[in-house]
């Protein structure tokens, strides 16, 4: 199925895109230009197939082009307890024996085989961390960026 893009020619910038472009668009556009209306150069460029999902529009080469998969962060146990600062991981060992959430954090990551920084069970326990102040809001935004020691 053929797929256009409709853009602006002093810039590249999208303006639609569709299975179609109405027939009667390049004389809409000259009819409007007639009028006195300020209407800026549209161009269509013609795709022998749909723009897929994760693809943008590039204004610099006209092209769709593929958004690269965002990189997910994955340690081992030991990777993701070595971002923690020494303070941090005392406070945090303290806990486990009053604070069962803090215990089974822990004790799930240190029965993976890795942990993922974008799974919701990390996101929620650094986020819980930080709630109850065994981190800080930059501590906990640090360790889930994979910065490290800072």
Known sequence: MTWFAVYEVATGALKSSGSRVSPTFVEDRDARRDA???VPDWG????AV????GMQWNPVTL????QPPT???VWTAKEFLL???MHEWMAVQAARSVDPIVDYFFSMTEVSDVIQADHPSVIQGIAYLEQFEY?????AAAILNNEGLV
Do not use: C, H, M, N
């Open 36 to 38: 006195g209306e300020d």
């Open 44 to 47: 269509v460029k013609e795709f």
């Open 50 to 53: 749909r723009a897929q999902s």
């Open 63 to 66: 092209e769709w082009d593929i």
């Open 71 to 73: 990189p997910v962060v």
């Open 83 to 85: 971002l923690f600062k």
């Open 135 to 139: 981190l800080t809001a930059d501590r």
